[in-house]
């Protein structure tokens, strides 16, 4: 069975930071590109960030650029999201993805399997 699980979710004030951590399990991991996506209230889910499988390459979007930092860990099965400098429009359900990724890493359709999500709820 598939499972990606994540945590790390919580309250923080505006200027603060969260690691969010989304462990794999169910499929070969290494072969998978993983990502986080997020989905703010009224909002489409959008890109955050993304891991490559195998060339190490790692892809953000423009908002989080200097402030987000992904990692994965294959031996473990796991990728993180180090979230500094937080900002209210951070605000979201923080949401793990796997896919091979032919195509553009932001787009939903690219990921086979996602987590159930984690709230992430930055404070003014």
């Known amino acids: 069975e598939v499972q990606l699980v994540e945590s790390g979710g919580g309250l923080v004030q505006a200027g603060g930071s969260l690691r969010l951590s989304c462990a794999a399990s169910?499929?070969?991991?290494?072969?998978?590109?993983i990502a986080w996506f997020r989905q703010g209230p009224g909002k489409e889910r959008e890109g955050v960030s993304c891991?490559?499988?195998?060339?190490?390459?790692?892809y953000y979007a423009d908002s989080v650029k200097g402030r987000f930092t992904i990692s994965r860990d294959n031996a473990k099965n796991t990728v993180y999201l180090q979230m500094n400098s937080l900002k209210p429009e951070d605000t979201a359900v923080y949401y793990c993805?796997?896919?091979?990724?032919?195509?553009?890493?932001?787009?939903?359709?690219?990921?086979?399997?996602w987590g159930q999500g984690t709230q992430v709820t930055v404070s003014s």
């Open positions: 993805a796997a896919g091979i990724l032919l195509g553009r890493w932001s787009s939903i359709f690219e990921y086979n399997y």
């Open positions: 891991a490559s499988s195998s060339d190490g390459i790692e």
């Open positions: 169910g499929f070969t991991f290494d072969d998978y590109g």
